[in-house]
């Protein structure tokens, strides 16, 4: 449980980016989950580069240039600099600052960030919105707290900071309340055999409850590897990816099992995963939010679910279990 002291703490960071966090929280949660994986994938450099010549056990370089991810980097001013080691995670975040508040810096970033093996997918398709100083300060503000907090409690934090996002994206798709996720995973009863495909990943709270549940709800034995990888999540619109992918991530969970795919597209009619399971919340509102995406997914929110829907029946397999929250005729209220 987060305690009141935390809570304050965590509050006047948010609040501190007024309006943004009463008419656009998404754009905060963009920030912060895109910069969560620019310092993992800093951190995930090697000191040496003679190492980095030689240890291809988890990078692959370049086939053309033949350099590792991140070993270039377009910096501030459009100079490109070598470097070493844990580039984003030095004191006092400069490097953080230089980049990001530079016209170019976001670009570059994705250009060789991009390049990751494992965290490049979350870098890609840039910002809703390029951050200003003060939306960039109070994001790695929020960022270290949250790499201050125990291991137990991370997954916590992010889950408070997604209920002050008012349980609505940029794209019009509704983020269920927690108990309500549990509620749809205890009716399914994943078993640890079972493939879960989630093809609305939204905030990636049905997958990580899935993890919980595999795990009897002990933090300390959350599934790991081999095992998340059998949970499967899709994202139409990169952001909610990396919402989704950060929340896994803080919760202990990998992010293998999560890829982009536009079910929207006719030629993405069909998952490379053979579900057993298939959870989904296909509750869409219209959002004065939806500026995020483009072409087939610009589509009118009240007819998303009727899309996925159709995805979902195309991909149910014989023996395949399948809960999904639709909307009723209930109204839907997000303040």
Known sequence: MLTPELQKEIDEKWNACWPLCQLKPIVILDLISYIFFIKKISSDQL??????????????????????????????NGKKEQFAGDFFNEPGDKNMYALLTDPTGIAGLEKEYSLHPVYGIFIKGGLLMHPTSKLLDTSLGILRIISGADHHIKGEIFCYLLSKAQYIDGNGHVYLPPHLVDLLVAIIRPRTNDVVLNPTLGNGNILVSCAKYLSGNNADSLIYDAESQKLKGLASDITSLRIGAMNLSLNGISTGGLKALDVFAPLNSFSDVAATVILSNLIFLNSENNDMADGNARRDATR??????????KNLNEGTRCAIVVPGLMSYHTG
């Open 47 to 76: 000191t040496d580069f003679a190492d980095q010549r030689t240890d291809r056990s988890h990078r692959q370089a370049d086939k053309k240039t033949g350099k590792l991810p991140g070993s270039i980097l377009a910096g501030a």
């Open 304 to 313: 998303k679910d009727i899309y996925y829907v159709d995805f979902i029946l």
